[in-house]
């Protein structure tokens, strides 16, 4: 039995380079895996890689949070208004 946990799989068409098909196939066999796994293996990583590579900011913007707030001046740390008392002990 597979170690991934198992959810309902989607399947996607994709159209490969023949030198990209074969590097896959010879990957796959290499590794004793199907060409299925080498190619999810590669996404996963290509998306670890791009999730470590991504600031906080980045990721709040991606993820829809900057700019929710209505009405709010666009950068409060601009506004004396709102940094009274900042740093003060």
Request: net charge positive; glycine share 8%.
């Amino acid at each position: 039995m597979s170690d991934r946990v198992k959810t309902k799989d989607y399947r996607i068409t994709v159209r490969l380079p023949a030198e990209l098909r074969r590097r896959v196939k010879d990957t796959a066999r290499l590794s004793g895996k199907g060409e299925s796994d080498v190619v999810r293996y590669a996404i996963e990583r290509q998306f670890a890689v791009e999730d470590q590579a991504i600031s906080a900011y980045e990721r709040a913007k991606k993820a829809g949070l900057i700019g929710v707030v209505r009405g709010a001046s666009r950068d409060l740390s601009t506004n004396p208004k709102h940094m009274d008392g900042f740093g003060a002990r």
